[in-house]
């Protein structure tokens, strides 16, 4: 695997060193991203995995599932190695008909910290970040101040945002210090977009901004959004490497910036195995080109 290694909150007194290929766990939950995995002997298999691999990157959420993906990472991983950073969300939930709605009030954002804390069996969790989702009519001030002030209490050690708009993030930098950015990017979707009736914001705006400011941006969704959209350019470069298309987009993510920090997520470890992969594609110049 590419040992290239990026540095979060290097602007702190506690800077974190990760190897830039991360793996995200939302693929190890049931149909919906809810529930138990259908093949839990492998999702623990992937985890354990990941260690192997030299991945000390893991994104999770205590929505996932719910708290599904939390307590797989204890069973399979805990107790953890000194260099693994486990980073996981707030601010959304999950109602019983599988929908997500926003959870980001003061006392929301604490339940979810606890809650983390605690099914992942940590004191402090390495790096948090607060998710967007619109429409509880909470201020965006009002939550990050919460996450700042959890922060200052020891409870998270490296505040990030998620979902937000270039704006979001300019406000969020003059309240504290911003380690990570974790938003919707990937080959297929640099621009605003909708999801889930929603509109993101970011990609290349926030990119900018990210790499202005040394902040590393952990793209979501880099996958589930770019596979569906074929582009010939991908296809065709994947016939150059001999590589999947899956594998020519995260090498794209790989060498577009060195802040990106990609975290693809399956639940299968032929998939898993195949993803690593792409850190080994050097792609040149010309094919950088030629993908823009």
């Known amino acids: 695997m590419n040992r290239q290694e990026i540095i979060i909150a290097g602007g ?27 093949n ?22 205590d929505y996932y599932g719910e708290d599904v993906t939390n307590r797989l990472i204890a069973e399979a991983i805990y107790p953890y190695q000194d260099d693994l950073v486990i980073c996981t969300k707030v601010g959304g939930a999950r109602k019983p008909d599988k929908s997500w709605i926003p959870f980001n009030r003061p006392e929301n954002l604490r339940s979810s910290i606890d809650n983390n804390l605690r099914t992942l069996k940590l004191e402090q969790i390495s790096l948090v970040h607060f998710r967007v989702i619109h429409g509880s009519g ?12 959890m922060q200052k209490e020891g409870k998270i050690l490296h505040v990030g945002v998620s979902n937000v708009s270039p704006e979001e993030l300019n406000i969020a930098m003059k309240m504290g210090n911003i380690a990570t950015v974790e938003n919707m990017y990937g080959h297929a979707q640099r621009v605003s977009m909708e999801q889930w009736g929603q509109k993101t914001r ?14 590393p941006l952990v793209p979501y969704f880099s996958l589930f959004q770019s596979m569906p959209k074929k582009d010939e350019r991908i296809s065709i470069i994947a016939k150059k490497y001999n590589a999947s298309v899956a594998q020519i987009n995260l090498a794209w993510l790989l060498h577009r910036s060195p802040w990106l920090l990609p975290i693809p997520g399956t639940s299968s470890l032929k998939h898993f195995e195949e993803n690593l992969k792409s850190t080994e594609i050097k792609l040149s110049e010309e094919d950088m080109k030629y993908l823009e």
């Open 12 to 38: 702190s007194k506690n800077p974190l060193k990760v190897n830039r290929f991360g793996y995200g766990t939302m693929r190890l939950t049931g149909e919906g991203i809810y529930g138990e995995p259908p």
């Open 40 to 61: 839990r002997p492998e999702a623990i298999q992937i985890l354990k995995k990941c260690i192997e691999s030299g991945i000390n990157f893991i994104d999770t959420a």
């Open 138 to 149: 909470v201020p965006f001030e009002e939550s990050m101040a919460t996450m700042f002030d």
């Open 202 to 215: 970011g990609g290349e705006e926030v990119l900018a901004i990210c790499e202005k400011n040394q902040i």
